[in-house]
């Protein structure tokens, strides 16, 4: 009994440490545009994006039931192991990414891991495939979908404003940026922490601590405080590859970015699917680049990530699966 309350508490360690460096690894995505365009000053937008990731991870709990219930069959096929080396999988892919400058997905790398060490200990057979399907399809699709309506999104402004001088449209589009990146911070929150409660929950029933999947309520006040602290840090590397190196930002554009992410990623929280910030962003730059002109878009740069974006699962499912040996030669 002590060695289960022993891991369960690693788990709640880990999903949290998780949950700290998916904040400062996705800080970029919900105020890389508005701090690239000078709209906010930068610890201003860290601040607003902190709080208002901490309210989004309050608001509902279906992407926690998808990633704890649907990438396993049940909660019988796992154990604390299991979850740990998932977890240890996904924070050193994320770290690796940071320190590069990578804006890799944390989605792709706790979907991974949670493979991984399944793979290696209980077999295919402990793996929904049907939910794993439908998650990574979410994955794949979001940001195909963020490219299109981008463009779209990008395509009306400059319709409805293409008659204006750029000067009045900065000015004015710089505090529109304001009210899109917070937006998009709480968008961010809606969909990102309840990854981290999902896990922690799955332990919980795994363990016997509860008796159906549902996310106790101190587990969201403690996933929602790890989320703000993380983006409170701030990832300024990825901030800058986000925010300048993909396409060279406006504030209309920047606002563009922002709104179109928002939008998609908070429709995804209400279908309870989890999807990648970080590609829904990248995403919806380079459609909103592709309205102003192709070449704008520095497809090099994108290439780069979407590299990142396929390898990230089997890295991290490698990665869990090594630690699931580590785990077992530790706790056993």
């Known amino acids: 009994m002590h060695e289960l309350q022993y891991l369960i508490f690693t788990v709640i360690i880990l999903a949290l440490v ?20 000078r709209a906010i000053p930068p610890r201003v937008a860290i601040i607003m994006a902190a ?32 979850i740990i080396a998932a977890l240890c ?29 399944v793979l290696v200990s209980t077999g295919a057979d402990g793996l929904n495939f049907y939910g794993i399907g439908k998650i990574v399809i979410s994955l794949v699709a979001s940001p195909l979908i963020a490219i299109i309506t981008g463009c779209g999104v990008m395509s009306l402004l400059y319709m409805i404003f293409g008659g204006f001088s750029p000067s009045m449209l900065n000015n004015r589009f710089k505090k529109m940026q304001i009210l899109s990146a917070a937006m998009m911070s709480f968008s961010h929150g809606s969909n990102d922490a309840q990854k981290a409660m999902g896990i922690i929950t799955l332990a919980l029933l795994s363990g016997g601590y509860i008796q159906e999947f549902e996310v106790p309520f101190y587990i969201k006040i403690l996933a929602a405080t ?17 925010g300048g ?33 970080t590609h829904v962003v990248s995403g919806s730059i380079m459609g909103v680049g592709t309205a102003k002109r192709i070449r704008a878009v520095r497809w090099g740069v994108a290439r780069q990530m979407l590299t990142a974006w396929i390898l990230t699962i089997p890295c991290t499912a490698l990665m869990s ?12």
């Open 18 to 37: 998780f949950d700290f460096i998916n904040g400062f690894h996705d800080t970029a995505n919900a105020i890389a545009t508005s701090v690239s365009t």
């Open 51 to 82: 709080v208002l990731n901490f309210v989004g991870a309050l608001y509902s709990t279906g992407v926690a039931k998808t990633i704890g219930g649907d990438i396993v069959k049940s909660a019988a096929h796992v154990d604390e192991k299991i």
């Open 89 to 117: 999988g996904a924070i050193v892919w994320n770290l690796v990414t940071w320190w590069f400058a990578i804006p890799s997905s944390s989605s792709h790398a706790l979907v991974g891991g949670i493979i991984g060490a």
């Open 226 to 242: 790890s989320m703000a602290c993380g983006t409170a840090v701030g990832g300024w590397k990825i901030i800058k590859t986000i």
């Open 245 to 277: 190196k993909i396409f060279k930002l406006e504030p209309i554009t920047g606002f563009a970015a922002d709104l179109n992410s928002a939008i998609v990623i908070f429709g995804a929280t209400l279908l309870h699917l989890p999807v990648s910030t």
């Open 321 to 332: 699966a090594v630690a699931y040996q580590i785990a077992r030669l530790i706790f056993e």
